[in-house]
């Protein structure tokens, strides 16, 4: 990826940042440009268009976007404005070059859990349609490409854009968090999710547009209920003093929620150079590592 520039929108949120930070280790060859708000207003299609210009960028990994769930569904406009608008814009200035666009496993209705690149979407709220939306808007170039992922776990640089940052906030506050045994996820730690992103900047910048797949899915290698991956959490939470009881989706009151979006990652691994975790096995070596440290007297 030598020479490259590649701009990372979005910079400021969960997997923008941690493109950002890892990008020393995994890319260390590429001029790497965040674009924030203040940078670049990526709603305003002249200010993009004159930034784009100014560092023609080799390969755009567009994060940024409305990602709340309650949020799209109570104001579709604005939703619809951050996820298809300016992604569409988007990937029309970046045409001739090269974008990945990071979507989500939320596309499917969930009635039976590891979907492939090749099934159809079927969004339940505003917030997936959105998504499915500006998929099409990417894939309508032939330099784009689509990553759909599932729950990161991880650190943003506001401390609220990870969904184990809310469930900590949750039981700092002392509440009792209810979670489903009936609803499915592929969680994957956020740093193995740049990692891999990483490897899928290098390889799509190497390739010739052409006859490629250009949907993939990058998730964790196992499958979890909301139930089973609370666990996994708290386990790493101990000082907010975690509080879980298990609930059904059957006795959820809120808008449509699918069941099972757990994904089929065989495609995107066939790529990559280390293996997508399996996030119980990756928190339990974290737990170990972590008590190893603490185990090591200071000054030892």
Same mark, same amino acid.
């Given at each position: ?77 604005? +939703? /619809?404005? *951050?996820? @298809?608008?300016?992604?569409?814009? %988007?990937? &029309?200035? $970046?045409?001739?070059?090269?974008? =990945? !666009? ?91 999710? +740049? /990692?891999? *992103?990483? @490897?899928?900047?290098?390889?799509? %910048?190497? &390739?010739? $547009?052409?006859?490629?797949?250009? =949907? !993939? ?84």
């Amino acid at each position: 990826m030598e020479r490259h520039t590649v701009w990372i929108t979005g910079a400021g949120g969960l997997i923008g940042s941690q493109l950002v930070q890892s990008a020393s280790r995994w890319a260390p060859a590429v001029r790497v440009l965040p674009i924030l708000r203040d940078r670049c207003d990526l709603t305003d299609r002249h200010a993009v268009e004159r930034c784009f210009a100014e560092d023609s960028p080799d390969l755009v990994i567009h994060c940024a976007g409305l990602t709340r769930s309650p949020l799209c569904q109570s104001d579709p406009a604005l +939703a /619809r404005r *951050l996820n @298809v608008e300016m992604t569409g814009c %988007l990937a &029309e200035v $970046a045409a001739a070059r090269r974008l =990945i !666009f990071l979507s989500t496993d939320l596309v499917f209705d969930g009635r039976r859990g590891m979907y492939r690149e090749t099934d159809p979407p079927n969004p339940l709220n505003v917030y997936a349609e959105t998504k499915v939306e500006a998929e099409e808007r990417v894939l309508a170039h032939p330099r784009h490409v689509v990553v759909r992922t599932s729950l990161n776990f991880g650190e943003s640089p506001t401390g609220d854009r990870a969904f184990n940052e809310e469930m900590a906030k949750a039981w700092r506050a002392g509440k009792t968090l209810s979670c489903f045994t009936d609803e499915y996820r592929s969680v994957i730690p956020v740093e193995s999710t +740049a /990692r891999a *992103l990483w @490897v899928l900047a290098r390889w799509w %910048l190497d &390739e010739p $547009a052409g006859d490629h797949h250009r =949907i !993939f899915h990058l998730a964790g290698a196992e499958r979890l209920s909301r139930w089973q991956i609370a666990q996994w959490v708290a386990a790493q939470y101990p000082e907010c003093r975690p509080k879980l009881e298990p609930g059904s989706l059957r006795d959820y009151q809120g808008g449509p929620r699918p069941a099972d979006t757990s994904l089929d990652i065989a495609r995107i691994q066939k790529l990559l150079d280390f293996s997508l975790p399996r996030f119980s096995e990756w928190v339990r070596d974290r737990l170990a590592q972590r008590s190893k440290d603490t185990s090591v007297a200071p000054g030892a």
